[in-house]
DNA sequence: CCTTGAACCTGCGGGC
DNA sequence: TGCCCGCAGGTTCAAG
């Protein structure tokens, strides 16, 4: 579930239970992730108190009381859960967290492609995971002239461009191909072609898009995305992804016959529509 | 440097 | 009902 506003909401839903608290307890139940979890992670955390909660990239960051972050990433199926007091765990449950208040927070992630790092809160900036980031799609250094100039000379396509995060930070494939709909680009066109006037118009729409997502509480596949329990609604406002078949608003009110088309680009789905996005 | 494709995992839904 | 196939929100690494 994590593109950026899955992330953010899942920091969101970790603010009020965690921050401030301490870990009572940590259960590390399976440590076999595609990245293993580093070695002592329990006892590094335990007793430890959290201070501040925040997204970096799509990465769930917790500043510890020491001076040490700990990072978790949700890879593609990675969940993070609360519940007021202590549940057996389930299957793919492999992190347990216990606060001071009793409070559980469970990650699962079935598919192991997530992990938790810890490094120090002074040297993010040269962490691996970050040092090569571009700028953040919510922030200000992402804007016309930075995207043209990321995109200007670029063979591949704006589709995958969009993806790298080198580029931008925080899109991945629904708000991507979310993005370029709303945007009425085509996938297909080459990224260097939308340097200039394209990027100027691509921009505000790539913020718009995450920030109505955020306020949905993300999009919601078959998880739940919030730690709550909650669905995000985001998905109800697809326009294209997933809807391959079926016409976009625009052809479906002009009573086109055009339908949402699904192509493979850099491995992943992409889904647009051929009349509306040029 | 850029670009592409495969790899890492499990689960679920569709087609037969 | 059961099996097989394709597909799923990300990132990294190797090879051309």
């Given at each position: 579930?994590?593109?950026?506003?899955e992330?953010?909401?899942?920091?969101?839903?970790?603010?009020g239970?965690?921050?401030g608290?301490?870990?009572a307890?940590?259960d590390v139940?399976?440590?076999?992730?595609?990245?293993?979890?580093p070695?002592?992670?329990?006892?590094?955390?335990?007793?430890?108190?959290?201070?501040?909660i925040?997204r970096?990239?799509?990465?769930?960051?917790?500043?510890?009381?020491?001076?040490?972050v700990?990072?978790?990433?949700?890879?593609?199926?990675?969940?993070m859960?609360?519940?007021?007091?202590?549940?057996?765990?389930?299957?793919?449950?492999?992190?347990?967290?216990?606060?001071?208040?009793?409070?559980?927070?469970?990650?699962?992630?079935?598919?192991r492609?997530?992990?938790m790092?810890?490094a120090?809160?002074?040297?993010?900036?040269?962490?691996?995971?970050?040092?090569?980031l571009?700028?953040?799609?919510?922030?200000?250094?992402?804007?016309?002239?930075?995207?043209?100039?990321?995109?200007?000379?670029?063979?591949?396509?704006?589709?995958?461009?969009?993806?790298?995060?080198?580029?931008?930070?925080?899109?991945?494939?629904?708000?991507?191909?979310?993005?370029?709909?709303r945007?009425?680009?085509?996938?297909?066109?080459?990224?260097g072609?939308?340097?200039?006037?394209?990027?100027?118009?691509?921009?505000?729409?790539?913020?718009?898009v995450?920030?109505?997502?955020i306020?949905?509480?993300?999009?919601?596949?078959?998880?739940?995305?919030?730690?709550?329990?909650?669905?995000?609604?985001?998905?109800?406002?697809?326009?294209?992804?997933?809807?391959?078949g079926e016409?976009?608003?625009t052809?479906?009110k002009?009573?086109?016959?055009?339908?949402?088309?699904?192509?493979?680009?850099g491995?992943?789905?992409?889904f647009?529509?051929?009349?509306?996005?040029?």
């Amino acid at each position: 579930m994590p593109e950026l506003p899955e992330v953010e909401t899942v920091c969101r839903g970790l603010q009020g239970v965690l921050k401030g608290r301490r870990f009572a307890h940590v259960d590390v139940r399976r440590k076999d992730l595609r990245i293993p979890f580093p070695k002592g992670l329990a006892g590094a955390l335990t007793g430890r108190q959290v201070a501040r909660i925040y997204r970096r990239a799509k990465y769930v960051m917790m500043d510890l009381d020491d001076g040490q972050v700990l990072i978790v990433h949700l890879g593609m199926s990675g969940r993070m859960t609360i519940s007021p007091q202590a549940v057996s765990p389930g299957k793919h449950d492999h992190v347990v967290f216990t606060t001071d208040e009793g409070t559980q927070i469970t990650f699962n992630d079935p598919r192991r492609f997530g992990l938790m790092a810890l490094a120090q809160q002074s040297e993010l900036d040269a962490h691996k995971f970050f040092r090569h980031l571009g700028p953040d799609a919510l922030s200000e250094s992402f804007n016309a002239e930075s995207l043209s100039a990321s995109l200007k000379g670029r063979k591949t396509s704006i589709k995958v461009a969009l993806m790298d995060q080198r580029i931008v930070v925080g899109v991945g494939n629904i708000y991507a191909c979310e993005s370029l709909y709303r945007a009425g680009i085509s996938p297909k066109r080459k990224a260097g072609t939308v340097a200039g006037g394209r990027a100027q118009a691509l921009v505000p729409v790539i913020k718009e898009v995450l920030r109505q997502a955020i306020k949905a509480g993300g999009s919601s596949l078959r998880d739940h995305v919030q730690p709550s329990g909650e669905l995000g609604y985001f998905q109800d406002s697809w326009q294209v992804y997933g809807r391959e078949g079926e016409s976009c608003g625009t052809c479906k009110k002009k009573g086109l016959g055009h339908a949402v088309k699904r192509i493979v680009q850099g491995g992943r789905s992409t889904f647009y529509c051929a009349r509306c996005q040029a």
